[in-house]
């Protein structure tokens, strides 16, 4: 309305010279009157009251516009400012055939060619620091007690996020969780520094220290699951003068066989032993720990590298977040433990082992994960785009940490199949005719086709007709051969030779003569 008011206001000042009127005006009030007086006999079809701001308005008109006024025009602008304010008055009596409509307009605006490019998944609950980018390098110095990214002359540790906790432990039997910076003092000797996880209860630590400067050697095994950060924590009995011995970080609960040198005293029968971390039961951090020796140590060493303790851990995998999880959501990939892999492969034609943590990420256009079997080959059907043909190809997977390409550095070549069966089978559907006659489909058998080679190598062309479609069939049965460790068998060869052979009844062909006779003998 208000701008109907307006451009109303501008006509009637416009085709009716009004700004004439004001050429013989000797001051600014009086031009503002006289345009006020001019208007007097229009004021009683507008909405409401003209005031000054209307008039002033009418001031900054610009020659330009009135030289170019078009009254038609300015009829028409009025028109739809009118059709306008009638459909606006029309929707405010009827607000829900209002909201209809509305709707209706924001598909017609943003439906067509403006189709979802994105894919619904359902959400889960995640911790940002496990999924935040490890973009920065931790280093540290382990003597003077200083931590943090920005000390690249140090010590590197490892790759981290800039919202990750840091746990340190020192040489005293102290630690301490504290958050990622450029420089942040952690404490003096240091002897382990790594990210730390809340609530990881398959890192286990073994740890031997003594109580006290004269006491004797204690040896426990712990899991650190959660802290309050930048508060000391002590893992000794808190004697002073108690300082580590021996200290080991094990991602997977692993027990170690440590040797143990006495220092020399008198009587001492048994200055060199083993222990085995694996008859230790794990326990709270704040246990003291069970009592390895009494008499002072000399020297702690590794004498033989653990396994695990905590048994195999089972792994899902959620397809709709593309996650891992321990929780028992999506599909099960199988029990993992110590250097287990998942293998994962992608449809841009390349294939990555990943370890099993449940903060691993994966690509968007993951076709196949499971757990790693170095025996079973990898079958896959590509389109090789500089020859124009078909491929089959059977690999076996390079054990490695990196994104591997296994159909070729050509952009236009794309993976049409892949399988880890081992006996795939594809059906071809050709698009094609022989003397008019369509060719019919042909069943290929990946292992009677191909041997199993590097995923370096180009593969064998699956056919020269134009293929149509090519479609994934069951796989054949087969059953992995188990390798059985048998005792050897002793044999009595008299009771071998002795005893009676069932031999078939053959039809046999007469003597050849008197002393000799032909007989074939089936076993």
Request: hydrophobic share 35%; glycine share 4%.
């Amino acid at each position: 309305m208000e701008n109907l008011l307006f451009a109303s206001l501008e006509k009637i000042f416009i085709e009716n010279r009004i700004y004439h009127d004001i050429e013989e005006c000797g001051s600014w009030e009086e031009v503002l009157s006289t345009i006020d007086k001019s208007l007097e006999p229009y004021k009683p079809q507008f909405y409401r009251e003209i005031v000054v701001e209307d008039i002033l308005r009418l001031t900054e008109i610009k020659i330009k516009r009135i030289s170019k006024f078009n009254s038609f025009k300015a009829d028409e602008i009025m028109q739809n400012l009118t059709d306008e304010k009638a459909r606006v008055e029309h929707y405010l009596a009827n607000l829900i055939e209002y909201a209809i409509e509305y709707f209706r307009n924001i598909k017609k605006k943003y439906g067509k060619n403006r189709e979802r490019r994105t894919e619904i998944r359902s959400f889960d609950n995640i911790e940002a620091v496990m999924v935040a980018a490890a973009n920065q390098k931790l280093y540290v110095n382990k003597v003077e007690g200083f931590a943090g990214t920005s000390l690249k002359k140090d010590e590197f540790v490892c790759d981290c996020s800039d919202i990750d906790d840091i746990i340190v432990f020192r040489e005293d039997g102290s630690f301490i969780v504290t958050r990622v910076a450029e420089k942040v003092f952690v404490g003096e000797q240091v002897i382990h520094i790594d990210v730390f996880r809340k609530n990881d209860e398959r890192t286990i630590y073994n740890m031997v220290y003594q109580d006290g400067k004269s006491g004797g050697a204690y040896i426990k095994r712990f899991a650190v699951v959660g802290v309050t950060r930048d508060k000391e924590y002590t893992l000794t009995k808190g004697t002073k003068g108690s300082k580590v011995l021996y200290f080991s970080v094990n991602p997977n609960g692993e027990a170690e066989i440590i040797k143990v040198a006495l220092k020399p005293r008198p009587k001492l029968k048994k200055p060199v032993f083993d222990f085995n971390f694996g008859d230790l039961a794990i326990k709270g951090r704040n246990s003291q720990g069970n009592i390895l020796t009494k008499y002072p140590v000399k020297k702690i060493s590794l004498s033989e590298a653990g396994v695990s303790t905590l048994g195999a851990r089972d792994i899902w995998f959620d397809d709709s977040i593309k996650r891992l999880n321990t929780e028992g959501r999506g599909r099960l990939l199988g029990a993992f433990s110590g250097d287990d892999k998942i293998l994962t492969i992608m449809q841009s034609g390349h294939y990555k082992l990943t370890g099993f943590d449940i903060s691993t990420h994966f690509d968007e256009d993951l076709l196949i994960i499971e757990k790693f079997n170095d025996k079973k080959p990898v079958t896959a059907i590509y389109y090789h785009a500089e020859k124009a043909f078909y491929y089959l190809k059977r690999f076996q997977i390079d054990v490695n940490d990196k994104k591997t390409d296994f159909i070729g550095e050509d952009a236009d070549s794309k993976l049409i199949q892949v399988s880890t069966d081992w006996l795939p089978r594809f059906q071809i559907n050709f698009d094609e005719k022989i003397n008019n006659r369509a060719i019919d489909d042909e069943e290929v058998i990946a292992a009677d086709f191909i041997d199993v080679k590097s995923h370096k190598a180009k593969g064998k062309r699956l056919t020269t007709y134009a293929v149509k479609k090519i479609k994934m069939l069951e796989p054949l049965p087969y059953e992995e051969e188990q390798t059985i460790e048998e005792s050897p068998v002793k044999t009595d060869i008299k009771e071998v030779v002795e005893k009676p052979v069932d031999i078939p009844h053959r039809e046999h062909k007469p003597p050849i003569d008197d002393d000799s006779v032909q007989m074939t003998i089936e076993f």
